[in-house]
Nanobody
């Protein structure tokens, strides 16, 4: 079973930055699309950004220009650099391995105003 582990969440003031990391256990990382999702209590889990194995990226409108998704295939790791964070970015962030349909355990991001 493919496993992934997120890290890098925390508490930050509005306008601050965080970088999330997600390390995937399997060699399939280099061939799979990866995604970052987020979820707040009582709401569904929504996509934030995705990156294909060739490096093509997509973002939701609310994070364009502030967040950057990237990947390092040599390290089986995908990143989410989050700049100019806003209180509405507060959520649990999950990485998604498209090849296996599996999720990490999530990492909490809290942005204070």
């Amino acid at each position: 079973q493919v496993q992934s582990v997120e890290s890098g969440g925390g508490l930050v003031q509005a306008g601050g930055s965080l970088r999330l990391s997600c390390k995937v256990s399997e060699r399939i990382f280099s061939i799979t699309t990866m995604g970052w999702y987020r979820q707040v209590p009582g709401k569904q889990r929504d996509v934030v950004a995705t990156i294909t194995n060739s490096g093509r990226t997509t973002y939701i409108d609310s994070v364009k220009g502030r967040f950057t998704i990237s990947r390092d295939n040599a390290k089986n790791t995908v990143y989410l650099q989050m700049n100019n964070l806003k209180p509405e970015d507060t959520a649990v962030y999950y990485c998604y391995v498209n090849w296996s349909g599996s999720w990490g355990q999530g990492t909490q991001v809290t942005v204070s105003s």
